[in-house]
Structures are given as C-alpha cells and as structure tokens.
Nanobody, 125 residues
Framework: QVQLVESGGGLVQAGGSLRLSCATSGRSFSNYNMGWFRQAPGKEREFVARITWSGGRTYYADSVKGRFTISRDNAKNTVYLQMNSLKPEDTAVYYC??????????????????WGQGTQVTVSS
C-alpha cells in the first residue's frame, strides 16, 4: 500500500507560479512511476504529467507542456509539480498518483494504482 499526500495548492493570479508536492509513505517510492492529474468543476479527471521511477523520462499533456515541470526526489519520497505561467483554465483540484513501474500506459485513470486526496489550485484572471 502507498499513501500519497499533496500540498502546495492555493490561489494565484494569472501568470504566477505554484509548486505542488506529493509526499509518499508505504512501499518503496522508487518502485513507482509518479504522476499528476487534475479535475476542474464539471469535467473529468485528466492527465497532466508523469515521471518514471528513476526520473529518467517525463511526459506532459499538451496543455501544460513548456509551463509545468514534474520532478522527484527519491531520497525524500516526494514528487513535485512546478507550475509556471498559470492560466485561469489551470484551475482544478490536482491529484498525485502512483503506478507500478511495469505500467506502460499513463493517461487512462485505470493505469494508476494509488491516488492522493487532491489539492485545490485556483488561478484568478
């Protein structure tokens, strides 16, 4: 079992930045690929970013590419999402997720094994 706890959300003006953190506990953090998803009001949860277990490869949704950066610190069992140039359409609850390293898919929700409770990000115009 893996427990995930997100932090770092809040209210920011358009063009601003936030850094989300996801602290994990339980089974070995380095055995999991990590990801971030988001869900805006009235919309389905969508993929934002993924980082492989070693940190060697990253993947991003087109909507955040060039603005968001996912990273991880395996010594601290933590994954981060640096969000720059924020837009009002980035407003959502952001969720951290973990998947075993053998998973190839990453956009479908069902390819992820564990989820955090989410942290709210609100971007004002």
């Amino acid at each position: 079992q893996v427990q995930l706890v997100e932090s770092g959300g809040g209210l920011v003006q358009a063009g601003g930045s936030l850094r989300l953190s996801c602290a994990t506990s339980g089974r070995s953090f380095s055995n999991y690929n990590m990801g971030w998803f988001r869900q805006a009001p009235g919309k389905e949860r969508e993929f934002v970013a993924r980082i492989t277990w070693s940190g060697g490869r990253t993947y991003y949704a087109d909507s955040v590419k060039g603005r968001f950066t996912i990273s991880r610190d395996n010594a601290k069992n933590t994954v981060y999402l640096q969000m720059n140039s924020l837009k009002p359409e980035d407003t959502a609850v952001y969720y951290c997720a973990a998947q075993t390293v053998f998973n190839i898919d990453y956009e479908p929700l069902q390819s992820w094994n564990y989820w955090g409770q989410g942290t709210q990000v609100t971007v004002s115009s």
